[in-house]
């Protein structure tokens, strides 16, 4: 599959899976600024099928596409070091607050506009969890999806992928153009590659360069340019974007906190033990 | 019009417990919004299968029945249940959250322009009051689900888009009879008003599906080890203990990890959500995403030689001591006592 063009569907996370207890503010909102921000896992199992399509054919083409905040344009840079070839960003402030319906909407225009003719994403973001953004690129395209994908391979112009249900394996063929999702049972991504790490350290998109020190512009650091684009880029209707755009709104947050319950204290020794299996076996938990 | 729909998989040819289970709760919303509980159930040859549906208290069952639908695709399915939804307008639609529905709930979703909430472990209905606008929305579906890896407990709303979509775990809902002789109507669905040529673009090769093997969720009594139990040489003695008692072994995710269990025994937010009359957490410190999958367990005993373990704020019993000195006394005292 010569020439292909494919998009990398890839979000900055919060690293939920090291969440101290500092993680949680005293009114029980989450203190986003003390978790490190990462790549998140299975976009770049993504990511690495994307490289491997490239590695195989002449004249493949992958592109990074994010939504976020201006610091997002990180995850980018993460993927250009192992082998993209180049990414946009999508930010703007109409964008905040969209659940993934709009999430989806403003994706699935900057895909329009990017034109490939696979789109690869993660099977799900570990700060929600929810797999849907995928699926609803796919249904926003009007195209084809294929989730749960941990190994893909061309024959004959359509896409052989083989994915990872509760019990099993099914293989599936799909045409082009796609959407698949990506297991974390995929392979793992490659590291970094020095020479582009060199090459895109300091590639940058205009809002970070417009926010940069002036050491860095008098260094004349190679400016790369990364793409940055806002709602009138992919033409979006603010209407379907942010808190408006989105279906489901948050009621209401609690934070976790785990109830004490009246508890019986016992120690190892026999007599509290037995008493402890007669008690059990009288109130017919056990027996 | 306006029902409830509960979308129903199918698993080995039979409905899936997941489905089954989202019956029930489906029935208790029905009666609580006063609307009607209906199922819908797609694949090929399905000649009676409604009749393992109705039981759950299932007033509709619309069954599309064709070789086409024989296994889950995601096109063919969507183009059937959202031609279906548009032409029924329910106000809430419930599926699994299995690799099932959380392939379709979504694309359905988005062809419906309808709020889907992902991994629900709470299901209720309440009203909610906008100030701005001074409305009140009265009787929607409280979405209450764990976010940001289980630290919050969000509850998500759909005010204003139909159907109110969400998925839940297998696991999290029980599921009951309501009565054995209940009966419903059938409703065929004539896929041909709703498949098109393109939606078959995906084929499929190969399956192949492991049948069910270990099955912690059914257990009454569950006899779960953590890292405390220190190997997989120690875990015999959960083994043991759960054979006198006549329960299952089940593990947490870092007993998992260290391989002194298979994955299929985890319980927890990653894992399975279980209920049994009786949990002893042995070696189990207790974090959050491990408590998710067990705490509306009906007794709970923690063996446990830190006092202070999480764990033993949630246990009715706290055994303060060493696993390998408790459990083998466990043992002998229930051999003695028991009849
Ligand atoms: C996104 C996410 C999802 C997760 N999902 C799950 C999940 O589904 N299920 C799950 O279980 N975890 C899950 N975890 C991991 C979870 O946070 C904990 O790390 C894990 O539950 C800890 O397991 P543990 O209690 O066995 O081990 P530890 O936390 O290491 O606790 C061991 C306990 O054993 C006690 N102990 C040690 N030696 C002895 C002895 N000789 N006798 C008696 N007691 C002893 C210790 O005092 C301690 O309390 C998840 C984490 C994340 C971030
Ligand atoms: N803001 C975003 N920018 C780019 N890709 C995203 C974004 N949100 C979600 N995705 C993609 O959609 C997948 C599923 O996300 P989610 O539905 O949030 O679990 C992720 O693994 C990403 O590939």
């Not at chain 1, 990872?164 to 799909?174: D, I």
């Not at chain 2, 309501?178 to 399956?207: C, Q, S």
């Not at chain 2, 405390?228 to 006549?246: D, P, R, T």
Request: aromatic share 6%.
């Amino acid at each position: 599959m010569n020439g292909i063009k494919i998009v990398v569907l890839a979000k900055q996370v919060p690293d939920t899976r090291n969440v101290g207890p500092d993680a949680m503010k005293a009114d029980g909102t989450v203190n986003r600024s003390v978790l490190p921000a990462i790549f998140n896992p299975e976009d770049l199992n993504a990511l690495e099928q994307a490289l491997r399509i490239k590695d195989s054919y002449e004249g493949v083409t992958v592109t990074l596409l994010t939504m976020g905040p201006v610091r997002a344009a990180e995850i980018i840079r993460e993927g250009l070091y192992r082998g993209a070839d180049d990414g946009v960003l999508l930010t703007d402030r109409a964008f905040a607050g969209s659940d993934t319906l709009a999430t989806s909407y403003a994706l699935a225009l900057a895909v329009r506009r990017l034109a490939p003719d696979l789109v690869l994403g993660g099977r799900q973001a570990i700060d929600g969890d929810t797999a849907q953004v995928g699926p609803q690129v796919a249904e926003k395209l009007g195209w084809p999806q294929v989730t749960y994908a941990e190994e893909m391979h061309f024959e004959g112009g359509r896409l052989i992928i083989r994915r990872r249900l509760e019990r099993g394996v099914e293989t599936v063929s799909a045409p082009l153009p796609l959407v698949v999702t990506v297991n974390g049972t995929a392979p793992a991504c490659r590291y970094r590659n020095a020479r582009l790490l060199m090459k895109y350290k300091y590639a940058r998109t205009d809002t970070e360069l417009q926010a940069e020190s002036s050491d860095y512009i008098a260094a004349g650091r190679p400016a790369v340019r990364l793409t940055e684009w806002g709602v009138e880029a992919i033409s979006a209707d603010p209407e379907q974007l942010g808190i408006s755009g989105s279906p489901t709104k948050v009621k209401e947050i609690e934070n976790v906190i785990l109830q004490a319950k009246e508890s019986k204290r016992l120690t190892a020794s026999d007599r509290d033990i037995e008493s402890l299996v007669r008690e059990l076996l009288e109130n017919h938990t056990i027996g | 019009m306006n029902n409830l729909f509960v979308f129903c998989e199918l698993d080995e040819g039979r409905p899936a417990e997941v489905s089954l289970e989202l019956l029930t709760k489906g029935r208790s919303l029905a009666n609580t919004l006063g609307c009607r509980l209906e199922a819908v159930i797609l694949g090929s040859g399905l000649e009676g299968i409604e009749n393992e549906l109705f039981p759950y208290g299932v007033d509709v069952v619309h069954v599309a029945d064709d070789p086409v639908l024989e296994h889950y695709r995601t096109l063919p399915y969507t183009s059937v249940i959202t031609g279906l939804f548009r032409q029924e307008k329910p106000q809430i639609a419930l599926m699994g959250a299995t690799t099932t529905g959380r392939d379709l709930g979504p694309r359905v979703s988005s062809a419906l322009h309808s709020g889907l909430t992902a991994d629900c472990t709470g299901l209720e209905t309440g009203d909610h009051y906008v100030k701005k606008t001074d409305t009140t929305y009265k009787n929607l579906l409280y979405q209450i689900r764990p976010a940001f890896g289980g630290n919050i407990i969000a509850t998500i709303i759909n005010p204003d888009h139909r159907p109110q979509m969400a998925t839940v775990r297998e696991g999290v809902m029980k599921r009951e009879i309501v009565n054995k002789n209940y009966k419903g109507e059938v409703k065929k669905i004539d896929i041909r008003e709703f498949i098109k040529p393109e939606d078959l673009a995906v084929e499929i090769l190969g399956r192949h599906i492991e049948p069910r093997r270990v099955d912690i969720k059914s257990a009454q009594i569950i006899v779960s080890g953590g890292y405390g139990m220190g190997s997989k040489e120690n875990f015999a003695l959960l083994y043991e203990l759960a054979s006198v008692l006549g329960g299952e072994v089940a593990a947490s995710r870092a007993a998992v990890d260290a391989g002194y269990a298979g994955h299929e025994r985890q319980v927890g937010q990653t894992g399975v959500t279980v209920r049994p009359k009786l949990y002893i957490a042995c070696g189990i410190s207790g974090q959050i995403q491990h408590t998710a999958g067990m705490d509306q367990s009906g007794k709970i005993i923690a063996i446990n030689n830190d006092p202070m373990a999480p764990i033993n704020n949630i246990a009715d019993y706290v055994i303060n001591g060493d696993v390998a000195e408790v459990i083998p006394k466990l043992i002998k005292h229930y051999r003695a006592n028991a009849r």
